[in-house]
């Protein structure tokens, strides 16, 4: 059974940086993509950053030139590296694996927040 278990996240003052990491277990054979969405208070689930089995990588408008997304195949584990954060990337940040077929597996999420 494909799992996902993420780490990183926190606390930082705005303009600083954070590194998120998920790490995948798991057959994951049929890989379509993987990424980041990030949920803030009252707000729905949003699309942050996406890297395809190809390497193919799309960011949200919001975060462009300020995320990176990449992954490292032999660890099976996908990084969202953060810069110039914001107070409005405060969001609780879900990495996901998407496949060829079947449904998505989520990560448990993990709390990012940019202090003002």
């Known amino acids: 059974q494909v799992q996902l278990v993420q780490s990183g996240g926190g606390l930082v003052q705005a303009g600083g940086s954070l590194r998120l990491s998920c790490a995948v277990t798991?057959?994951?054979?049929?890989?379509?993509?993987m990424g980041w969405y990030r949920q803030a208070p009252g707000k729905q689930r949003e699309s942050v950053a996406t890297i395809t089995a190809d390497g193919a990588t799309n960011y949200a408008d919001f975060v462009k030139g300020r995320f990176t997304i990449s992954r490292d195949n032999a660890k099976n584990t996908v990084y969202l590296q953060m810069s110039s954060l914001e107070p409005e990337d405060t969001a609780v940040y879900y990495c996901?694996?998407?496949?060829?077929?079947?449904?998505?597996?989520w990560g448990q999420g993990t709390q990012v927040t940019v202090s003002s």
């Open positions: 798991g057959n994951i054979d049929s890989l379509n993509a």
């Open positions: 996901f694996i998407s496949f060829l077929w079947g449904a998505p597996r």
